[in-house]
């Protein structure tokens, strides 16, 4: 497809979604290092892949979507082609409908659309727009499978008043877009690591089928441990390899342990 060139280089690498070389397993393995750095922190957790029994990208709207595309591409030709693929109607219940929103049916250019969407709306709003009025760290991952009809995203704060006000605001910034996020499935949780005497986090949250949280390892230091949830990862991948963390451990249970706390020392 010849908009995966042209965007690719406009992605950020957060982005893990219908991209080459980025895997669910690269999108773990970034929300623990991101996490880490900012001792936990609160974890905005969003669900937008499907709402009212609507996938994501079939309530895409399509004018939107051409005046997206057409800041980056002014090819007449790939404009053309573009608005063949939206103009071809999707099937509902056996007849051929029109409906102005959403990307082509198992199409191929429908997952790079999408990205490209998504990118306009959540990604760049949250560098360019967010984070630059943030009073504490924060950090953004998002993954997003074709196949398995899943699009979530994690915005970490290392503030809890940064977090609160980007909960404000992410419902808005969807809606300008002609986007809903799941109101009960986007939660924000206190994920900081557990303090004092305490030997587990005060919250949990699900990601990519793995239950993330906090708890207290024998010697007292903070863990951050993930645990696959039952069936998680087939449910949410079907026949998908299990995750693997990178020192072997199973994919079951992945206990990462913090040493003397010097990965989330302040610069």
Known sequence: M???????????DFSYGFRPGKSAHKTLDRIWKESMDINGGYIIDMDISKYANQRFDDTIPQDKLREIVGQRVNDGVIQRMIGKRLNAGVMEQ????????GTPQGGVISPILSNIYLHEVLD???????KPCLKGKAFMVRYADDASETTVSAIGCELQE????????LPLRFAKYGLT????KT????FTAPQGNNRKGKGSFTFLG???FWKRSKKG???YTTKQTANGWRRTFGSQQQRQSPNGVGAFEIRHKKSNMQCLQQN
């Open 2 to 12: 010849v908009l995966e060139p042209i965007y690719e280089q406009e992605f950020y």
């Open 181 to 184: 996020i799941h109101p009960e």
């Open 210 to 212: 793995f239950k993330h």
């Open 221 to 223: 230091k903070g863990s």
């Open 94 to 101: 056996g007849n051929l409908e029109y409906p102005g929103k």
């Open 187 to 190: 939660k924000l949780i206190d």
């Open 162 to 169: 940064d977090a609160n006000r980007i909960m404000k605001v």
């Open 124 to 130: 760049k709003w949250f560098v360019e727009m967010v």
